[in-house]
C-alpha cells in the first residue's frame, strides 16, 4: 500500500515519488484503482455506448424517412428503439455523468489524492462494464435483444409476451450497471465528505463537486429501489410469482410506480452533474466567479428533494395516480431550474466571455434545454399530459433535454480533456462539431413537436400516410443524420488533434484546483496546494490583487487599505 | 411531503417508497453525524486553515490490486447462471469468493506497491 502524505509533504518528497508503478499495458488497466485510470476507463467506454446507441438511432430514423418503410422488420425496430433508449440512459449518460468525468475530476477538485474506497472504484468499474456486454449480448441470441421499451412496463414485460434470453440479459445487465452506480455514490458521498483538502469547506467547493454529491445521494435513494423492482420482475419471469400480473392478483401498475420512482431522479442523476459541467465551463470562459454561488447549491437540493415526489406524472393517463400533487410538485421544479438558468446568464452578464468550443456547448445546452424546460412544463400540465402522452411531442421533450445534455457533456470533454490528456482538441472542427450537433438536435426535435401535437404515436415502425407527416420525418432524419455528422467530427478530432497541441497546465485560466496541478495530474493528483480562501482557489493564486473585489468584498477590501478615520 | 402525499392520496405503492426512501436517508445520514459528533473539528472545514494545519497520513491507498476485477467477473458469471442455466454460478460464486478472500487477505497484508 502507498502512504499518502498531505500534499505539502509531497512536495518536499516528490523527487523520491515514482511516478510510474506498478504494472503497465493491459495489466495496468486491469489492476488499476487509479481514479484517474478508472475514470478514463468508463470515458471511453460510455463513449462507446454513445456511438452503439447513435447507430441505433440513426437506424430508427432511417426506418422512419417513409412511412411502410422495410428497412427493418417491426420485430427488429422494437428492439432498436428498446437498446437505442436503454443504451443511451443506463450505459452511456448515467455513467458518463457519475462515472467518467465524476471519477476524474472531482478528486482533484477538492484536493484529495484519489476516491475513498479505490478498489471499490475499480469494481463499479468492472460491473458497469460486464453490464453493458451483458444488456448489448441479447443481440447474439435466440429472439434477439430485449423489445419492451427501456422502460419495461408489467405486462408487456413478462414471460408470456416477451419469452426469450433477451429480456432476462436486458434485467440482468441493469442489475450490474445498478450496483456499479451505488457503489459509485457511496464513493462520491464517502470522498466530498471526507478527503477535502484543509480549507476547502463545504461552501467552497466547486459547483461541480456539489452537484456530484446530491447526485450520489440520489443515486442511494432511487438505484435500490430499480433494483429491488428488477429482482421482482425477474421472479414474475422465472418463479412463478405474480407481483406485476393480474391473473395472480398482483397490480401491473405497480411497475410503473417502482420503475419511475427510481426513473425520475434518474433524470437529475444524469442532469445535474452536467448543470455542474455547465456551470464550472460558464464561469471560467466568462471569467468570473459563478453568479449566486450559494442559491445555486440551494437549487441544486431543491431540485433533488422535489425529483423524489414527481415519479407519477409519467403515468397521468394511467388513471391510477393523484393528478394534482403529481402536477404541483413537476411545476415546481421549474423553480429552482429557473434560477440555475438566471445564474448561468447572471454569471455571463458582463463578463469577457470567450466563444471556445466548450463554452459553446454550454451555450447549447441553455438554449436547447430551454426548450425542453418548457416543454416540460407543459407536460406537467395533466390536461395536456392527456393530448400528447405516447405522441412524438413527449419523444421531442425528452430529446431536446438529453441533447441538451449531450451538449453539455461534449462542452465537459473539450473543457476537462486537456486536464486529463495533457493536449487540446482543435478548436475549428470543435466548433464545426457544434454547430451540427446544435442546429442537428433543432433540425430533429421540432418536426417531432409538432409531429406530435399531429397526433403521430411513438414507438411506431410505420405509420400512415397523412400529408405532411413524412415531411416532417424526413426533415427529424436530416436532423439526426447532422447529429451523427457531429459525433463523426469528434471521433475525426481526436484522431487529428492526437498529441499535437501541448496544453500546459492551466489553458483556460481555470477557477478551481484541478488547473493548479499538472496535465496529465501525477500520481496521487498534487505535489503542493494552494491555500484555500474562496470557491476558485486557482483563481486566486494567479490573480492575487483580483480576489477580494471578484468575491463581492470590495469594500472591506478598501477599509482594509485605507482605515476609515474616525 | 410523505405524508401529505398518504393523506391526500391513500395510495399505498408511493407512500411505502417515500417512507422507505426516507429511511434510507437516515441511514447514511445518522452514521455521518454518529462520526461527525465523534471526529475532532477537521481543518477541511476551518475556513482558516493552511495547508501545513492537515499535515500527516490522509489515508492508506492501495496501488493496484486484481481483485475488483476478479470480484466483477464473478458478479458477471451470477448474472449470466440467471440467464443460461444455473450450472454458471459455480465459475461465478468461485470467483466472487476467490476475490473476497483475495482482497481480504491483501488489504490484511498491505497490498501491492
Known sequence: ?566 | MMVVYWFWSHENAGSVMMFCGMLLCFLPGSYYYFWSRRMKPRSEDDPHATQASGAGVVGTFPGTSIWPFTLGMGAFFVVLALVFGIWLLVPGLGLVFWALIGGTAEGRRGGHH
Open chain 1, 1 to 566: 500500500m502507498t502512504d499518502v502524505l498531505d500534499p505539502p509533504a509531497v512536495a518536499e518528497h516528490h523527487e523520491e515519488h515514482h511516478e510510474d508503478h506498478g504494472p503497465t499495458g493491459i495489466l495496468k488497466w486491469l489492476t488499476s484503482t487509479d481514479h484517474k485510470v478508472i475514470g478514463m476507463s468508463y470515458t471511453v467506454t460510455s463513449v462507446v455506448m454513445l456511438i452503439i446507441g447513435g447507430s441505433f438511432a440513426e437506424l430508427i430514423r432511417a426506418q422512419l424517412s417513409t412511412p411502410n418503410n422495410s428497412l427493418v422488420s417491426l420485430a427488429q425496430y422494437n428492439e432498436l428503439f428498446t437498446m437505442h433508449g436503454s443504451v443511451m440512459i443506463y450505459l452511456f449518460m448515467g455513467p458518463f455523468a457519475f462515472g467518467a468525468l465524476a471519477n476524474i475530476i472531482v478528486p482533484i477538485q477538492i484536493g484529495a489524492p484519489d476516491m475513498a474506497f479505490p478498489r471499490l472504484n475499480a469494481l463499479s468499474y468492472w460491473l458497469y462494464l460486464t453490464g453493458s456486454i451483458t444488456m448489448l449480448s441479447g443481440f447474439f441470441v435466440a429472439g434477439g435483444a430485449a423489445n419492451f421499451g427501456w422502460v419495461a412496463y408489467a405486462p408487456l414485460s413478462n414471460s408470456v409476451n416477451t419469452p426469450g434470453a433477451g429480456a432476462d440479459l436486458w434485467i440482468g445487465g441493469l442489475l450490474l450497471t445498478g450496483f456499479s452506480a451505488i457503489f459509485t455514490g457511496v464513493n462520491l458521498t464517502a470522498t466530498i465528505f471526507y478527503l477535502r483538502a484543509p480549507g476547502m469547506t463545504m461552501f467552497r467547493m466547486p459547483i461541480f463537486t456539489w452537484n456530484l454529491l446530491i447526485t450520489a445521494i440520489l443515486i442511494l435513494l432511487a438505484f435500490p429501489v430499480l433494483t429491488a423492482g428488477l429482482i421482482m420482475l425477474y421472479c414474475d419471469r422465472h418463479f412463478g410469482t405474480h407481483i406485476f400480473s393480474v391473473a395472480g392478483g398482483g397490480v401491473p401498475v405497480l411497475w410503473q410506480n417502482i420503475f419511475w420512482f427510481w426513473g425520475h431522479p434518474e433524470v437529475y442523476i444524469l442532469a445535474l452533474p452536467v448543470f455542474g459541467m455547465v456551470t464550472e465551463i460558464i464561469a471560467v470562459f466568462s471569467r468570473k466567479p459563478v453568479f449566486g454561488y450559494k442559491g445555486m447549491i440551494f437549487a441544486t437540493i431543491t431540485i433533488g428533494a422535489l425529483s423524489l415526489g414527481v415519479w407519477a406524472h409519467h403515468m397521468f393517463t394511467t388513471g391510477t395516480v393523484l393528478l394534482p400533487f403529481f402536477s404541483i410538485m413537476s411545476l415546481l421544479i421549474a423553480v429552482p431550474t429557473g434560477i440555475k438558468m438566471f445564474n448561468w446568464i447572471g454569471t455571463m452578464w458582463r463578463g469577457e466571455v470567450w466563444f471556445s468550443t466548450a463554452m459553446l456547448m454550454a451555450l447549447g445546452f441553455l438554449f436547447t434545454f430551454l426548450v425542453g424546460g418548457i416543454t416540460g412544463i407543459y407536460l406537467a400540465s395533466p390536461p395536456l399530459d392527456f393530448f400528447t402522452h405516447d405522441t412524438y411531442f413527449v419523444v421531442a421533450h425528452f430529446h431536446s433535454v438529453v441533447m441538451a445534455l449531450l451538449m453539455g457533456a461534449m462542452g465537459a470533454l473539450y473543457y476537462w480533456g486537456p486536464k486529463i490528456t495533457g493536449y487540446l482538441l482543435n478548436e475549428k472542427i470543435g466548433k464545426a462539431q457544434f454547430w451540427f450537433l446544435f442546429l442537428g438536435t433543432q433540425v430533429f426535435t421540432f418536426p417531432m413537436y409538432i409531429l406530435g401535437l399531429w397526433g403521430m404515436p411513438r414507438r411506431v415502425g410505420i405509420y400512415p400516410n397523412h400529408p405532411g407527416w413524412q415531411d416532417l420525418n424526413d426533415v427529424a432524419t436530416v436532423g439526426a443524420i447532422m447529429i451523427g455528422i457531429s459525433t463523426a467530427l469528434f471521433l475525426i478530432n481526436i484522431m487529428y488533434s492526437w498529441k499535437k497541441y501541448p496544453a500546459g497546465d492551466n489553458p483556460w485560466d481555470g477557477h478551481t484546483l484541478e488547473w493548479f496541478t499538472t496535465s496529465p495530474p501525477p500520481h496521487h493528483n498534487f505535489y503542493r496546494l494552494p491555500q484555500i480562501r474562496s470557491e476558485r482557489p486557482t483563481w486566486d493564486y494567479n490573480h492575487p490583487g483580483h480576489s477580494a473585489a471578484a468575491h463581492g468584498h470590495a469594500a472591506e477590501a478598501l477599509i482594509e487599505k485605507e482605515p476609515v478615520q474616525p
